[in-house]
Nanobody
């Protein structure tokens, strides 16, 4: 079982910034999925930002121009820089990393970190 460790959530005022980080423990043959999702109360989990299999990035329309996803493949970490935060960005944020670990495919999720945007 590949475990992911998230950090960086918290309370921030509208217009503020936060950076989320996620790290995977272990050695991996292949990493083919890295992304961030969020789930607000009463809503389904949705994609926020992710790397495609070709290495490019994709973003939800609601965060384009405000959020930036980045990664370090040597450390198997994926970060989400969130700027110009809005109250509607309030949610639990989850990182997702998938690939192959000791010959088996995996698709792991972080424990979730709360982001609250409020004055």
């Amino acid at each position: 079982q590949v475990q992911l460790v998230e950090s960086g959530g918290g309370l921030v005022q509208p217009g503020g910034s936060l950076r989320l980080s996620c790290a995977a423990n272990g050695r991996f043959s292949i990493i083919n999925a890295m992304g961030w999702y969020r789930q607000a109360p009463g809503k389904q989990r949705e994609l926020v930002a992710a790397f495609t299999s070709g290495g490019s990035t994709m973003y939800a329309d609601s965060v384009k121009g405000r959020f930036t996803i980045s990664r370090d493949m040597s450390k198997v970490t994926v970060d989400l820089q969130m700027n110009s935060l809005k109250p509607e960005d309030t949610a639990v944020y989850y990182c997702n990393i998938g690939g192959i670990h000791v010959g088996q495919s995996f698709d792991s999720w972080g424990q979730g970190t709360q982001v609250t945007v409020s004055s």
